[in-house]
């Protein structure tokens, strides 16, 4: 048991490329990785919703085991002081802030209880300003600096969950 902590990338993929030939008509071309994804799922498609299919990819970009700290910061800036292990939506805006943040610490560590608090919880690992502490601020800004030096990732929207 403990504090588990997610963040995801999600992308919504249409059937269809909608968009406006030279003469300024509209057209509809079937999406080439929409169907290598429903492939990839051993579905065609037939099977799926006829009018207009398709689909959600979420894939899991962060992880942070008891990094309580980071929960915090996502907590009073992501969702407005609500702990209580729901989906988020967060902006490209706030992951920016937050690995800004984790940078700010790793650069001033003896700044670290003032810029970026650690919470205590029920299973939420240890309070003190260190090693650990210090690993998952390094580990953070990995984790974003992935994410956010990535261009695939520019279409994507980002959500924070935890468990405990």
Request: net charge negative; charged share 30%.
């Amino acid at each position: 048991m403990g504090l588990d902590q997610y963040l995801y990338a999600r992308k919504y993929v249409s059937s269809s490329n909608y968009g406006r030939d030279a003469d300024g008509n509209y057209t509809n071309t079937p999406n080439e990785a929409f169907d290598e994804i429903i492939k990839a799922m051993d579905i065609s498609r037939d099977e799926v919703r006829e009018d207009h299919p398709s689909l959600n990819l979420e894939l899991e970009v962060g992880y942070w085991r008891k990094a309580n700290a980071i929960h915090q910061w996502f907590v009073n800036e992501v969702q407005s002081g609500e702990d209580d292990c729901k989906d988020y939506y967060v902006s490209r805006e706030q992951l920016i802030e937050l690995r800004d943040l984790c940078q700010q610490v790793v650069d001033n560590p003896d700044d670290a209880e003032e810029l970026l608090p650690t919470q205590g919880g029920f299973f939420f690992g240890d309070t003190t300003y260190d090693e650990w502490y210090f690993s998952s601020v390094k580990d953070t800004i990995e984790i974003l600096d992935k994410i956010l030096n990535n261009s695939k990732f520019d279409e994507w929207d980002f959500k924070y969950t935890s468990s405990w």
